[in-house]
T-cell receptor
Framework: NAGVTQTPKFQVLKTGQSMTLQCAQD?????MYWYRQDPGMGLRLIYY???????DKGEVPNGYNVSRLNKREFSLRLESAAPSQTSVYFC??????????????FGEGSRLTVL | DAKTTQPPSMDCAEGRAANLPCNHS???????VYWYRQIHSQGPQYIIH???NNETNEMASLIITEDRKSSTLILPHATLRDTAVYYC?????????????FGKGTLLTVNP
């Protein structure tokens, strides 16, 4: 089982460029999440999708958009990247839906640098 | 979500038990206590969770006080690979808007 797969693992952008981080899970989970982690900080929730067809803002949504493409895939888009968005981005999934254990499974992270 | 207080760092000798405390005095009745850890540069890893009873699995034990205002994660025989940041997270489990809010956690350093 691959679990949660994120692409790309590394990316360097110039200010103003756009890009999409891709995330896919193969565990048939209902819920998916995007977090960011800055150096020395805990993870902060950007957006989440409790189930296919729904998305909600987390703690730090400004500057980002998300798409829950289907049950497997949840993408994060930066329309106009800024240096403040330099961070490590983690995607996660959980069974969710009221019947799950609540355990989150995380990907390996995508390291984004905005110059 | 309940606020948590964890020590910023702790040390433990290899082979000894590591006891990581967490204060969550504002936890509500339907919130579980989840513990995750994050080894350097990797995604967080689930360890264990509980509601009010003590729990044990192959990784750790979780002791929750009777008033549920605090808990302790116990790694019975710490190894160097247990060096990580440990997060204590009270949250409602599995609900339709379930999400986790991470604090800064405790950096556990296991020394040889």
């Amino acid at each position: 089982n691959a679990g949660v797969t994120q692409t790309p693992k590394f990316q360097v952008l110039k200010t103003g460029q756009s890009m999409t981080l891709q995330c896919a899970q193969d565990m048939n989970h209902n819920s998916m999440y995007w977090y960011r982690q800055d150096p020395g900080m805990g993870l902060r929730l950007i957006y989440y999708s409790a189930s296919e067809g729904t998305t909600d803002k987390g703690e730090v949504p400004n500057g980002y958009n998300v798409s829950r493409l289907n049950k497997r895939e949840f993408s994060l888009r930066l329309e106009s990247a800024a240096p403040s968005q330099t961070s490590v981005y983690f995607c996660a999934s959980s069974p969710g839906g009221g019947g799950g254990t609540g355990e989150l499974f995380f990907g390996e992270g995508s390291r984004l640098t905005v110059l | 979500d309940a606020k948590t207080t964890q020590p910023p760092s702790m040390d433990c000798a290899e082979g000894r038990a590591a006891n990581l405390p967490c204060n969550h005095s504002t936890i509500s009745g339907n919130e579980y206590v989840y513990w995750y850890r994050q080894i350097h540069s990797q995604g967080p890893q689930y360890i264990i969770h509980g509601l009010k009873n003590n729990e044990t699995n192959e990784m750790a034990s979780l002791i929750i006080t009777e008033d549920r205002k605090s808990s302790t994660l116990i790694l019975p025989h710490a190894t160097l690979r247990d060096t990580a940041v440990y997060y204590c997270i009270p949250t409602n489990s599995g609900g339709s808007n379930y999400k986790l809010t991470f604090g800064k956690g405790t950096l556990l350093t296991v020394n040889p």
